[in-house]
């Protein structure tokens, strides 16, 4: 299937696979058949030069309110309370940790002034998202400790994630102010305040992404780093609990303001605090941070805002719904769940122009939204929010309005750069209230392609953007160490981080298997009988995978085994024994008895596919791209013959392209791939000298036959500068 085209639910790739980074809105081009460059000025062929893309302008206002009293504390009095509430001491309480094949961190416990944890199932045997009391999930998440990714595809970038890019993105957020920004506010630095409104949240996405890492083991620098970036968060929090380095001293007065929500990120920061703290929280069993998050909600935001007699509140850039969402999960507290939902419905109080609601996502009723529009990032995590209230309270509208927008997405909109990670996040939460493979689908997609690209091998440089064609001699360079808008490092980070997660979830009846890998699992079904699945493999290169199956005894359950859309060809067979019934694109429901030495093989033919845009797709009319398994690939400059340009080569396909194409595994290219070899042609015209217009001739252009090269599109920007395309001419065109 062509998963570029408009029509069905497996065609998402379009939309999904190249989003790396939240500044870029959606486009409507597929379906109001415009050209792609009326959105995002050239970010799609066929030209050479990769100008600007879509950028949100963020509005500072300078206009203020008056604030309660309550709410203006002077520093010395806010940092002397802080201060006092953070010399609690941490107790160190011994934990067991069951089925964990490395050593775990210690846990640690803060004093809690106000509210207790519900804990079920413990905190460290909770998972990415916890599920366990949310009647409206199909399936339930595994904790990101009970599996172990091992050396391949993932586990290569894994270990590069923990010993290079976490460590390094500390030194980097110490380097550009972003520790100074707390320090300053306990009188520990001089310095000013540095980056824009969202800083705060460059340190809560490392802390995530830390938490996480500490759940597959311990890591004790990166643990005392992380405890000492918390402590001195935490020293700032003001008496009210109130936390944000931004909008202090000479910006005190537009707190919270009705204007300043809408652009100022302060319940966005705060909603990454969250989900960092919880994290951290189920990886070390401490408190602190956690605790800071619940203060800022329970003694500022619920006392303060909501439905009236409280001041009205909106979500400027949607993120604290699945923040408040998990707190809930972990407190019980109803209060929380129910702040969610009154930001999710908006409050008519707040009114702001239209093209700022469609544009924020927020501060309209989500249930009335019919399309994905506006600002893509803040569009997904409005969706992932929204899909967790649909898992906590069964809401029918709401699961109307989700469906409607998945199918939105996946017919008509392209994303261009890091909603990939949005898009992976809210498709996760859609699997896990369906159990439907055509989510995984766009999971698998995501990860794959968008999201890997966005970080180098060698883990130090990221991508802010991720185009479909670079030019190195417009003087861009793609790959940095540092954006002062560095929201993609440590998301990529955290995503890298939290993957073991991602592969498994358990159900009433049984076991689903989402990716594929070299792995461990060591975890149990949900009537508590454990399970042991061992992978082996050579995904994404090889469509073979051995799947041994290990209960704790002889059980009767199911095991859903996905067979991802991509696959036109699959075999599966349990113990030899071939089995029936499978479907590309489902999950493979496989009921027996199962016991130790079961043995499941399954075998996906990985030919080339060539893929088409849809026709209305301006831009790619008369090219097309490729796709191996879950890779889609592209053409650098550096791998085809010498002196020739990517503008002037076009792929030469015949009648069956897939035969044509040669597959090449290279063990020492870029740490092991698969690159694929086609004839192609390269036109013999003049680079100089003439116009940019000519005289049409009528007679054919003169070319010659060439070999062309494609590599994974992951891969590329990791060797010299050179020219990469992703959308490839056809000769016949």
């Known amino acids: 299937m062509n998963p570029f085209l408009s029509s069905g639910p497996n065609h998402s790739w379009l939309r999904s696979f190249f989003i790396s980074h939240p500044k870029n809105g959606f486009d409507d081009s597929a379906k109001k058949g415009k050209s792609v460059n009326d959105y995002c000025k050239r970010a799609i062929m066929p030209s050479r030069s990769i100008s600007s893309r879509c950028e949100p302008l963020l509005a500072r206002t300078a206009r203020s309110s008056e604030m309660p009293k309550s709410h203006k504390l002077s520093r010395r009095r806010f940092v002397t309370a802080a201060l006092s509430a953070a010399a609690v001491s941490s107790l160190v309480v011994p934990e067991v940790f069951g089925r964990v094949a490395k050593s775990r961190p210690s846990a640690g416990a803060t004093n809690l002034s106000d509210g207790s944890l519900t804990d079920a199932p413990p905190w460290k045997d909770q998972a990415i998202e916890n599920l366990a009391k949310s009647p409206y999930a199909k399936l339930r998440q595994i904790p990101v400790h009970a599996v172990t990714i091992k050396t391949g595809f993932w586990g290569q970038r894994r270990e590069i994630n923990v010993s290079k890019s976490i460590p390094t993105m500390h030194d980097l957020l110490e380097a550009n102010g972003r520790m100074n920004n707390f320090r300053r506010l306990a009188g520990k630095s001089d310095a000013a305040q540095s980056g824009p409104v969202f800083s705060d949240s460059d340190v809560y996405k490392w802390t995530e992404a830390v938490g996480f890492a500490l759940q597959s083991g311990d890591l004790p620098d ?7 970036a918390i402590d001195e968060v935490v020293a700032v929090q003001e008496p009210d609990g109130y936390l944000n380095t ?16 809408s652009t100022g990120h302060e319940l966005y920061n705060i909603g990454h605090m969250l989900q960092g703290s919880i994290a951290y929280y189920r990886a070390t069993g401490d408190r602190k941070l956690l605790d800071a998050g619940i203060r800022f909600v329970n003694d500022f935001l619920l006392p303060n805002y909501g439905p009236a007699p409280k001041k009205p509140i909106v979500s400027g850039h949607p993120e604290i719904e699945m923040g408040l969402i998990e707190l809930y999960r972990i407190t019980g507290d109803k209060r929380q769940l129910e702040l969610a939902g009154y930001i999710l419905q908006g409050d008519e ?10 544009y924020m996502f927020s501060g309209t009723p989500f249930t009335a939204r019919t399309k994905l529009e506006g600002h893509a990032v803040r569009a997904m995590y409005a969706c992932c929010g929204a899909t967790d209230y649909y898992m906590e309270t069964g809401d029918a509208a709401y699961w109307k309005t989700l469906n409607t927008l998945w ?5 008509t909109k392209y994303g261009e750069s890091c909603a990939a990670i949005g898009n992976m ?16 689908d766009v999971i698998e997609r995501a990860l794959y392609n968008g999201i890997n690209s966005g970080m180098s091998l060698d ?3 990221y991508c802010y953007r991720n185009p479909l064609a670079f030019d190195p001699s417009t003087g861009d360079k793609i790959r940095n160490p540092w954006y002062d808008v560095t929201c993609c490092p440590p998301n990529l980070e955290r995503t890298f981080a939290s993957l073991p997660g991602y592969f498994y979830s358990t159900s009433r009846d049984g076991i689903y298997l989402h990716l594929y890998d070299n792995s461990e699992l060591d975890w149990h079904l949900e009537d508590g009988t454990g399970l042991k699945i061992t992978q082996k493999a050579n995904y994404p290169w090889d469509g073979e995978v051995e799947v041994a199956v290990t209960p704790a005894k002889p059980l009767d359950f199911i095991f859903h085994l996905r067979i991802p859309g991509w696959a036109d060809t699959a075999q599966v067979s349990v113990n030899g024994k071939a089995v029936a019934g499978v479907k590309q694109g489902e999950y493979l429901p496989i009921e027996r008895r199962w016991a130790a030495g079961d043995v ?4 996906m033919e990985m030919p080339p596919q060539v893929l088409e845009a849809n026709p209305r797709v301006a831009d790619d009319t008369g090219r097309v791209a490729l796709q191996r398994g879950p890779l889609v690939y592209c053409m650098e400059g550096l791998d085809q013959p010498n002196g020739v340009e990517l503008a002037d080569v076009a792929l030469d396909l015949g009648q069956k392209p897939a035969s044509q194409f040669q597959s090449e595994y290279l063990k020492d290219m870029l740490g092991g791939m698969v690159i694929l070899r086609h004839k ?7 680079t100089s000298g003439n116009g940019l217009y000519s005289r049409y001739s009528g007679q054919p252009a003169r070319t010659r036959q060439i070999p062309l090269t494609f590599i994974p599109y992951y891969a590329w920007a990791n060797r010299q500068a050179t020219e990469m395309q992703v959308w490839t001419p056809l000769s016949n065109a």
Request: net charge positive; no cysteine; charged share 30%.
């Open 349 to 358: 109080r707040a009114k702001f122009p239209e093209r700022r609601t469609i």
């Open 680 to 686: 192609g042609i390269a036109y013999q015209r003049p």
């Open 459 to 461: 883990g130090t440089l």
């Open 425 to 440: 996040m809210w498709n996760w939460r859609m699997l896990s209230a369906t159990g439907d493979a055509k989510f995984t």
């Open 600 to 603: 499941i093989r399954l075998r």
């Open 246 to 261: 931004y909008y202090v001293e000479d910006r005190e007065s537009l707190r919270m303001t009705p204007q300043t929500q």
């Open 222 to 228: 990166v643990r005392r780093m992380a405890e000492k």
């Open 407 to 411: 199918q939105d997405m996946v017919s």
